[in-house]
């Protein structure tokens, strides 16, 4: 079955303490594997795709890193502003997401 | 460029009535998605469409009805709401290749 499990469900940071986030999945015909942020009310904006093992992507603090059964979001020196909840996705053949149910962070002045 | 948008953003129903949700994007994509978000459960897929005319089932389906008659358009029917139904729904939009969806900011559906 189809599977995408996030973790920490929360996790709360002094700013500037770095950490990671961790995706793992189990999906067969693997697409795709994609970071979201969603603030409070609002829809999820994306943040990376990543499409094979040891691809990385980084964007600001963020890097997006992926092995073949887990991805890691790493935050470096996080802001307060880096608040919000961050959702991990896969696509599977075909036009299928899968989405984890998140962790939500929150960074402390 | 408006991105993607939602009508309406809230909504009250009582069980047995019917609705319709518009998604609307201006980004001439080419796929739209719609989506229901739910404590605990994330994102889950309802259904989808890959162009103009053409809609396909997602994860959870049952209940929902969708149509893309013009390509910038996709809407969400309910027959029949149920209090099962009560959720955040959310519309998305994207190139199809490059697999980036852009979302809109949602509706808060309510079904008593």
């Known amino acids: 079955e189809d599977q995408v499990t996030q973790s920490p469900e929360a996790l709360r940071l002094q700013e500037g303490e770095s950490s990671s986030l961790n995706c793992s999945y189990t999906v067969s015909g693997l697409r795709g594997l994609f970071w979201y942020r969603q603030d409070p009310g609002k829809g999820p904006e994306f943040l990376f795709t990543l499409y094979s093992a040891g691809e990385e992507k980084e964007k600001e603090r963020l890097k997006a890193t992926l092995t073949k059964k887990e991805s890691f979001l790493h935050i470096t020196a996080p802001k307060p502003e880096d608040s919000a909840t961050y959702l991990c996705?896969?696509?599977?053949?075909?036009?299928?997401?899968?989405f984890g149910t998140g962790t939500s962070l929150t960074v402390i002045p | 460029n408006a991105g993607v948008t939602q009508t309406p953003k809230f909504r009250v129903l009582k069980t047995g009535q019917s609705m319709t949700l518009l998604c609307a994007q201006d980004m001439n994509h080419e796929y739209m998605y719609w989506y229901r978000q739910d404590p605990g459960m994330g994102l889950r897929l309802i259904h989808y469409?890959?162009?103009?005319?053409?809609?396909a089932k997602g994860e959870v389906p049952d209940g929902y009805n969708v149509s893309r008659l013009k390509k910038q358009n996709f809407l969400l029917g309910l027959e029949s709401a149920a209090p099962s139904q009560t959720s955040v729904y959310f519309c998305?939009?994207?190139?199809?290749?490059?697999?980036?969806?852009?979302f809109g900011p949602g509706t808060r559906l309510t079904v008593l």
């Open positions: 996705a896969v696509r599977r053949v075909g036009n299928q997401f899968y």
């Open positions: 998305a939009s994207g190139q199809g290749h490059s697999d980036t969806q852009y």
């Open positions: 469409s890959v162009g103009e005319g053409t809609t």
